[in-house]
């Protein structure tokens, strides 16, 4: 079965939304052997949707449609596929009443027009109910077989949907069409680097499609194997044994969710102090369910005061070496030991930009400290990009160097 | 003109990859007047490029790829769209040289056929630079006349391309096609709320369209009005009389960056205290370029001993109230105060989930402290969603009442 998605929203095509469901979906989709082939991304307009519904149903089995549910006068996909599909629209009462008990337990009015519309139910179709929004999922069996669902938009609905009650009941109707792809994640490796040890590890077996993804700090190497699934085992097992510990765990999507397991399995606490990631490395750490169990806390020591003061390091240190140094970075390390009793410590100083570059210190000069029990690791780095890039590369160079740091140096007892 | 954009990769399909580069162009073109149309997203295989490719050159003159010009077997773009438009595919010794230069200075070795696949070049396309990479975008001007562009997937090539090359280039061929659309960002009001009050403020202006975009905190109302574009003027000045303080300025894509301008403005310092956003806080203030003139520092107290040492919190008020509750979030503040000397305040203690929850305090459970000069504000508040829609939502609710108390108390004297 071909799988198709139609993404509708003036907002993603005018830079104003990103398409967070596509990832949730295609993610789901692929973990479940029913790829997503294909996506079309249309404005708020019944001729677009229309054009997008018509191309779609040509070449797929299945369309799913994200967006346009709400309650505003730009919300028109319920009206236009529900037209086009030839399926009478009515009010479902029971939908009506679901809805006012949500805006209800929230504490939130809105108008009644607003309820009426998003209770309105293609004919023969079945209602996937929304426990965290108003408009219901709409799923429409036609002939042919093909399938047309319609889902919500707002990822906080749209996920839970998906999970609760689009996916089960698709897994349902009709079993994988594809053997599971099988992904291998490479920390601290550029892609083509990844790419020559796969050739030399994969020759001799044959069938075996190799896609790549890069990401700052992890390459993820997808494997698949459309006429011979059965070599995939062998394929996977040769990958993980050339990587060797530069290959994640295959629970783990990213350097950071594999830092949780070492850590926690150790029984080792994180403390990070942070000039110019802002406390972004915090909070991709405590983006991790759970991470209280090994996250102890963060200075985000962006005042030279505050570095001074929660950290201990000394005004001298940073009048001679300035705050982007490797003493004053050393310092920050040692004053979240010192004062926290952590045993594992990350601490970062860069010029992120757009300001604050000098001929000496570029902007993307980032020193950073790693420690663990048994080592301490200063770096000098240089990151391309602007001060998104610079920022996300730093944070991500720090959960990779830290995670290879604990695994080097396993040996070393705890605090 | 309509243009069109086709992404490719599996990773954008498979749920490995957000697509931030169409949020960054048609962020782009719509400011320029040049609006996206369509997008379609296709995986790395041949056949898909090309219907692809055929399908947006059917209804648009101007096509843009974006992905799969790397060195790695999978990047197909270059091959196939040649191919598919006739044009001979050579290598370009001066593209070859930049590359080479380009990897000398980041210290960087790849495998000489990673370099010779990169540099070849369709016949007649121009070469777009690529100081962060190595693959150039190709520019491909076709009879017809219509464009054909490629560029380069990753976002820290991609954008500054975008940029650098491509739009002052695409502006040059031709003029914009549309009167600029006008937007209007609302703070801390739903999405039907918003919608009432401008059919109500915008009745009498005709052919003015209305398209709304809800994102936790902030409605963005986007005004267009392609027939009477001269109405535009009047329609926006009748929304931002209509909503008064709760329209962000123009200049703010999001309430975070009036908070920026009002606290620069003011003289006025901010730091923060965060237990279940993580320092996703600090990492928003963190990201608006200039931030060290206002952000002093944020402590990431996760661990309870953290909250006791590093903001003063007592003990016993932790044992009697619990870490989430309205009088240790008070304490937090006013250890942010004491402490660190700054004149405005966000603390933050929740339950973002998945474990956590109680009968009492559910997850999604957050209280909220947020202090400027002449007042303190604390609220107890309830998100839907996952951990991460919990700790995304409590983050943009906390500028969205600092700014608010900001607006409200502009008369109070700073430190």
Chains 1, 2 share one sequence.
């Not at 009443?97 to 009426?116: F, K, N």
Request: proline share 8%; glycine share 8%.
């Amino acid at each position: 079965v071909v799988v198709s998605v139609i993404s509708i929203g003036n907002e993603l095509l005018n830079g104003d939304t990103l398409n967070t469901n596509l990832v949730y979906l295609g993610q789901r989709l692929a973990d479940a052997g029913i790829p997503l082939q294909r996506e079309f991304c249309v404005p708020d307009e019944p001729a677009a949707i229309r054009a997008a519904l018509h191309d779609a149903r040509a070449h797929s089995e299945v369309v799913i449609t994200i967006g346009g549910l709400g309650p505003t006068s730009d919300d028109l996909t319920r009206a236009v596929v529900a037209a086009d599909l030839g399926l009478e629209l009515r009010e479902d009462p029971r939908v009506a009443a679901a809805i006012r008990a949500y805006l209800a337990r929230r504490g939130v009015t809105v108008p009644t027009e607003a309820v009426r519309l998003q209770a309105l139910v293609p004919r023969s179709a079945e209602v996937l109910d929304n426990p965290n929004g108003t408009a219901p999922g709409l799923w429409c069996e036609l002939p042919g077989p093909a399938l047309v669902v319609m889902l919500p938009g707002p990822p906080s609905e749209f996920c839970p949907m998906v999970d609760a009650a689009f996916l089960p009941r698709l897994l349902r109707r009709q079993p994988a069409t594809q053997a599971r792809s099988r992904v291998v994640r490479v920390a601290g490796l550029g892609e083509s680097h990844v790419e020559a040890r796969d050739v030399q590890t994969l020759s001799g077996l044959a069938g075996i499609e190799v896609a790549y993804c890069a990401r700052p700090g992890c390459v993820t190497v997808r494997l698949s194997a459309p006429q011979h699934p059965e070599a995939l085992d062998a394929a996977e097992e040769r990958l993980r044994t050339a990587f060797a510990d530069l290959a994640l765990p295959a629970a783990c999507q990213t350097p950071a969710e594999h830092v949780a397991i070492l850590l926690r399995g150790r029984g080792l606490t994180l403390a990070t102090a942070e000039s110019c990631t802002g406390g972004l490395i915090a909070s991709v750490a405590t983006d991790i369910p759970g991470s209280s169990d090994w996250f102890a806390g963060a200075v985000v020591a962006y005042a030279n005061a505050w570095k001074e003061n929660l950290l201990g390091v000394r005004p001298q240190t940073l009048a001679e070496h300035g705050a982007v140094s490797v003493p004053v970075v050393r310092e920050m390390l040692a004053g979240l030991h010192e004062r926290f009793h952590v045993a594992a410590a990350i601490a970062v100083s860069g010029i992120a930009g757009p300001a604050g570059g000098t001929p000496q210190k570029p902007v993307g000069t980032v020193v950073l400290g790693i420690s663990v029990p048994g080592s301490v690791e200063l770096a000098n780095l240089s990151f391309p990009g602007n001060r998104r890039s610079v920022r996300e590369r730093a944070a991500a160079t720090a959960f990779v160097r830290l995670r290879q740091a604990l695994l080097d140096h396993s040996q070393e007892p705890g605090p």
